[in-house]
């Protein structure tokens, strides 16, 4: 099964990489352009396998670069509370 199957599955893997990034010295803006960088692959390669992750998709596509970096930025926001 794959992370990308179960929304709660994927937030705990984005919040372990995240951790693992800032215990390696990657900065907050880094980090930033990390998480779009993956918002653009998952919305071009990647079926949503969840509501959660249609609706993100969604999102992503009517968005404009501006806001896709904020949804973006928005996730690491969500994974980096929940931990």
């Known amino acids: 099964m794959s992370v990308l199957d179960n929304w709660d ?11 693992q990034a800032q ?3 990657m900065n907050q803006s880094v980090i930033s352009d ?4 993956v918002g653009e692959y998952l ?3 990647v079926e949503p396998k969840n509501e959660q992750e249609r ?12 806001e896709q970096h904020a ?3 928005m996730m690491v926001k969500l994974v980096q509370n929940n931990h």
Do not use: T
């Not at 993100?56 to 596509?61: P, Q, R």
């Open 9 to 19: 599955q994927w937030k705990d893997f984005l919040g372990d990489r995240l951790n």
């Open 23 to 25: 215990q390696e010295g």
């Open 34 to 37: 990390v998480a779009y960088q």
């Open 43 to 45: 919305a071009q390669q």
């Open 55 to 66: 609706i993100l998709a969604d999102l992503w596509k009517v968005a404009d670069e501006q």
């Open 71 to 73: 949804i973006a930025n």
